[in-house]
T-cell receptor
Framework: QQPVQSPQAVILREGEDAVINCSSSKALYSVHWYRQKHGEAPVFLMILLKGGEQKGHDKISASFNEKKQQSSLYLTASQLSYSGTYFCGTETGNQFYFGTGTSLTVIP | DTEVTQTPKHLVMGMTNKKSLKCEQHMGHRAMYWYKQKAKKPPELMFVYSYEKLSINESVPSRFSPECPNSSLLNLHLHALQPEDSALYLC????????????????FGSGTRLTVV
């Protein structure tokens, strides 16, 4: 039931782009994306509701393909502040599960 | 106020101790949650309170006892814990109960780092 994320880890240089994928085996009502820096709380980035929408948040955007039960997070022109662990979260009915996580490191 | 406040930030307790973790939010959120997070793992849901009533208990051992005194407060009472219970305990809240249909997700507190010795 826990969604699977890929890649598990990625290292980028400042200015490079990255894509993080989230895949579920269950039909999804919505997908959330969170970023957690070491020793801190997860911070909500965005939510995508059923309907195949794409959303943007500064240089971070995401898409949701409900038929494939997948979501992708796109980070463009990465900044040092983007470093952290990214979790997707999926809602199926009233159950919410965090994904396996993707560690993203941006280096100068 | 757009924060979830958790106290204490750090807690060391023996296996025979009784302690409590506290969580507070003043955003008018109707649902509150306890999560447990081990190092390099995603948060795992423990309990969900919706309109001050316990709606989900994810088969958590009875040594963890949640309490929701009012719509702004959430406690987690700890008793006879084991060393493997050492983890980061996160409180979260949301405007509505799951499934969330609005544009806001979960707001997390900064957590309590618990060490059981």
């Amino acid at each position: 039931q826990q969604p699977v994320q890929s890649p598990q880890a990625v290292i980028l240089r400042e200015g490079e782009d990255a894509v993080i994928n989230c895949s579920s085996s269950k039909a999804l009502y919505s997908v959330h994306w969170y970023r957690q820096k070491h020793g801190e709380a997860p911070v909500f980035l965005m939510i995508l509701l059923k309907g195949g929408e794409q959303k943007g948040h500064d240089k971070i955007s995401a898409s949701f393909n409900e038929k494939k039960q997948q979501s992708s997070l796109y980070l463009t022109a990465s900044q040092l502040s983007y470093s952290g662990t990214y979790f997707c979260g999926t809602e199926t009915g009233n159950q919410f599960y965090f994904g396996t996580g993707t560690s993203l490191t941006v280096i100068p | 106020d757009t924060e979830v406040t958790q106290t204490p930030k750090h807690l060391v307790m023996g296996m025979t101790n009784k302690k409590s973790l506290k969580c507070e939010q003043h955003m008018g959120h109707r649902a509150m949650y306890w999560y447990k997070q081990k190092a390099k793992k995603p948060p795992e849901l423990m309990f969900v309170y919706s309109y001050e009533k316990l709606s989900i208990n994810e088969s958590v051992p009875s040594r963890f006892s949640p309490e929701c005194p009012n719509s702004s407060l959430l406690n987690l009472h700890l008793h006879a814990l084991q060393p493997e219970d050492s983890a980061l305990y996160l409180c979260a809240s949301s405007q509505e109960s799951p499934p969330i249909r609005g544009l806001d997700g979960y707001t997390f507190g900064s957590g309590t780092r618990l060490t059981v010795v």
